[in-house]
């Protein structure tokens, strides 16, 4: 089973721009603050290129040339980028477009706002949707509540693991945010299995200026 990897970062940085603007900070795009002597996105990319993957797909919208003069050219070669045409979409727009530009069969979607979710939890998103009875039919996904086989989709979102065409065929036509999507995956009667976090800060995505401190500690 070949696998893309689709990471969004396209998004407004909007609620991080209000914490920024009340703290009386600089403005600056969450994805390319300082982690881990690199930056979240960066460091999302590198944890994604160090999974078992065979293609990796980074999409832009907002902020698109901040973000690659803070990248520069370090990925020249291993990580293919696209840009939202128009910028203004939701976040299902912004994977479908990753999506439609990938070239495998499967795929790893992921947010450019998780830098803490290690190649190894990927691996094994990967590892339960290959060895599932019907991967076509399968969503291995990090787990929010329970781990395993799960009996339902509420407060699930990014990253998982998803076959391609399947995945595009419910995003085709959307612009919404993901959870709606998979709750309606998931009454159509696919397969969601909970993969279980390596340590808490892998649950946590940087929407806040408090999130991002959070990781840091």
Request: contains cysteine; aromatic residues 8%.
């Amino acid at each position: 089973m070949s696998i893309s990897t689709i990471i969004t970062a396209a998004g407004k940085n909007s609620r991080m721009r209000k914490d920024q603007i009340s703290r009386n900070m600089d403005l600056k795009n969450k994805l390319i603050l300082p982690f881990m002597d690199k930056t979240v996105l960066e460091t999302t990319i590198d944890n994604a290129l160090s999974a078992n993957i065979d293609e990796c797909i980074v999409v832009l919208g907002h902020y698109a040339g901040e973000i690659m003069e803070a990248i520069g050219n370090n990925y020249e070669g291993s990580v293919k980028f696209i840009h939202n045409n128009p910028v203004d979409v939701g976040l299902s727009t912004s994977l479908f477009n990753g999506l439609a530009n990938s070239q495998y069969d499967y795929a790893l979607c992921i947010t450019g706002d998780q830098p803490t979710v290690s190649a190894e939890t990927f691996n094994k998103m990967i590892e339960v949707s290959q060895n599932s009875e019907n991967p076509e039919k399968t969503i291995s996904i990090l787990r929010r509540r329970k781990t395993g086989l799960l009996d339902t989709a509420e407060g699930l979102g990014m990253p998982f693991v998803a076959h391609r065409k399947n995945l595009m065929g419910y995003l085709e036509n959307e612009d919404d945010n993901l959870n709606p999507i998979l709750r309606k995956i998931f009454d159509d009667g696919y397969t969601f299995y909970g993969i279980k976090e390596k340590n808490k800060k892998e649950l946590l995505n940087i929407n806040h200026y408090e999130d991002y401190l959070s990781l840091l500690d």
